[in-house]
Nanobody, 126 residues
Framework: QVQLEESGGGLVQAGGSLRLSCAASGRTFSSYYMGWFRQSPGKERAFVAGIGWSRFGSTYYADSVKGRFTISRDSAKNTVYLQMNSLKPEDTAVYYC??????????????????WGQGTQVTVSS
């Protein structure tokens, strides 16, 4: 089992910044991919950003956050971060981190992720 714990959500005004953290513990894999997803009421869970855990891990971003969000990792701390800048009201959602054992294939499909955190609320006011 893998345990994921998100933190860093909150209320921020439009144009502001937040940094989300996701600390992983428990079972380890030889290779895996970590992703951030978000879900707002009435909408499906959507991919935000992802990063591979290898030294040359690939990163991907949803078009809606490119240039504003940055995903990074600290291997020593088993933690992945999501730096969110220039936040917009439409970024309001519950943000989840997730782990997908293996490669980055199908990185944007939540069905391929086996482990999920409990989520952290991000609210951006206009």
């Amino acid at each position: 089992q893998v345990q994921l714990e998100e933190s860093g959500g909150g209320l921020v005004q439009a144009g502001g910044s937040l940094r989300l953290s996701c600390a992983a513990s428990g079972r380890t894999f030889s290779s895996y991919y970590m992703g951030w997803f978000r879900q707002s009421p009435g909408k499906e869970r959507a991919f935000v950003a992802g990063i591979g855990w290898s030294r040359f891990g690939s990163t991907y971003y949803a078009d809606s956050v490119k240039g504003r969000f940055t995903i990074s990792r600290d291997s020593a701390k088993n933690t992945v971060y999501l730096q969110m800048n220039s936040l917009k009201p439409e970024d309001t959602a519950v943000y989840y981190c997730a782990v997908k054992p293996g490669s980055s294939a199908s990185y944007s499909n939540p069905s391929f992720y086996d482990y999920w955190g409990q989520g952290t609320q991000v609210t951006v006011s206009s």
